[in-house]
Nanobody, 124 residues
Framework: QVQLAESGGGLVQAGGSLRLSCAAS????????MAWFRQAPGKEREIVAG????????YYADSVKGRFTISRDNAKNTVYLQMNSLKPEDTAVYYC?????????????????WGQGTQVTVSS
């Protein structure tokens, strides 16, 4: 069983930056494809960014392209989400997810493990 622990959320003004971290533990000794999702009140959970098992392939939602960067350090079993130029519409609970496989698809149902979520609030 893989456990995921997010950290780094908080309150920031519009235009500011935050870096989220997701540390994976347990499970087999291998690297999992991982992704960041977010869910705002009254909205469905949506993918923000994904990275395959090696870090060589990444995906970004159109709404965050050019502002967010996903990266991973497999030696530390940790995935990061650097968020720059934050906007009030980025306010949401951000979830880290992992799956067994190689690719990081966009659909939440494809992921096997989830973190507890971390709140990101961007004030205008």
């Amino acid at each position: 069983q893989v456990q995921l622990a997010e950290s780094g959320g908080g309150l920031v003004q519009a235009g500011g930056s935050l870096r989220l971290s997701c540390a994976a533990s347990g499970g087999a000794n291998r690297s999992y494809p991982m992704a960041w999702f977010r869910q705002a009140p009254g909205k469905e959970r949506e993918i923000v960014a994904g990275v395959n098992w090696s870090g060589g392939v990444t995906y970004y939602a159109d709404s965050v392209k050019g502002r967010f960067t996903i990266s991973r350090d497999n030696a530390k079993n940790t995935v990061y989400l650097q968020m720059n130029s934050l906007k009030p519409e980025d306010t949401a609970v951000y979830y880290c997810a992992a799956r067994i496989g190689r690719a990081a698809p966009q659909e939440a149902r494809e992921y096997d493990y989830w973190g507890q979520g971390t709140q990101v609030t961007v004030s205008s």
